[in-house]
Each structure stands twice: as C-alpha cells, then as structure tokens.
C-alpha cells in the first residue's frame, strides 16, 4: 500500500477538499508537479489549471479547476487556491462565451495597459481549465 498524506484545500470561500491522498498533480507556473507523501518540503505557485488528487487506495484520480494561488508541502499538503470547482459545479456554456468574450477584447485592445493584457490572458487561461475540467480533464491521468 502506497503511503499517505493529509491534503486541504482552501479558498477564501470554503473548505474545498480535505482527505489522504497518495498523490496530488497541480499546475505551476513551470509546468505540472506532482507531490507524494514524504517529498521533500517547498511552496510553489500555482498557475491557473487543473488539479488531480488521487484518494488513497482509488484508482481514479479526482479532478477540479483551479485559479492560481500556492501549494505548502510539508508533512501535510495544503493548497491556498484563489478558486476551485469540481467538474459538476461548472457551468460550461458560460465558460466558453466568457472565455470567447475575453479573447474578442484581447483581439480588440492589443495596446492597453499591460496589467490589463496579463490579466485577460490570465482569465483565458482559466477559462481554458474549468472548460477542461467539465469536460473530464485532460484525458492522460485518468486513471493510474
């Protein structure tokens, strides 16, 4: 049996998760990480995307959609996450017209102001990842 870990995650509206877990694979700004019980102890940022928490003794993992925020490891992992959604609490429809919206105003307004560019770009990104997430996430960490 593969060793646990205690796993929260928070945003500033809820609780979202808390559990053992195995593993957890979350989205940096660098590239996907994933962390196990016993890793050695950091804080990385997250980038807007998925996250994959596989519970202990399952085989699928548990996707949702994140908006940024920083994961603590340490000898239990916590997830400081601007949002989450599981994939039942996305509205999808109003995912791709937001998404599409923002992508029209970028199209638009190629010369504001750069923190406005970032944070449209930002937004899209999201957008991209709650899309995903309703949809069943990407396809290659289904099951382990």
Excluded at 5 to 17: E, N
Excluded at 29 to 50: D, N, Q, R
Excluded at 109 to 133: F, G, L, M, N, W
Aim: net charge negative.
């Amino acid at each position: 049996m593969a060793k646990s870990v205690k796993l929260q995650v928070l945003t500033p509206d809820r609780m979202f998760y808390s559990g053992d877990i195995e593993m957890v694979i979350v989205k940096t700004p660098s590239g996907e990480e994933g962390f196990m019980a016993h890793h050695a102890w950091s804080c990385k940022l997250l980038a807007p995307g998925e996250i994959w928490i596989q519970e202990v003794g399952a085989k699928n993992f548990k996707v949702a959609a994140t908006a940024g925020g920083f994961i603590d490891i340490k000898d239990d992992f916590i997830v400081y996450a601007d949002a989450a959604e599981w994939p039942e609490e996305i509205d999808k429809t109003r995912a791709i017209t937001h998404q599409e919206e923002v992508e029209r105003w970028l199209v638009e307004h190629p010369h504001d102001e750069p923190d406005d560019i970032a944070a449209a770009r930002r937004s899209v990104v999201k957008q991209k990842a709650r899309v995903r997430v309703a949809a069943g996430g990407s396809s290659s960490r289904r099951t382990r």
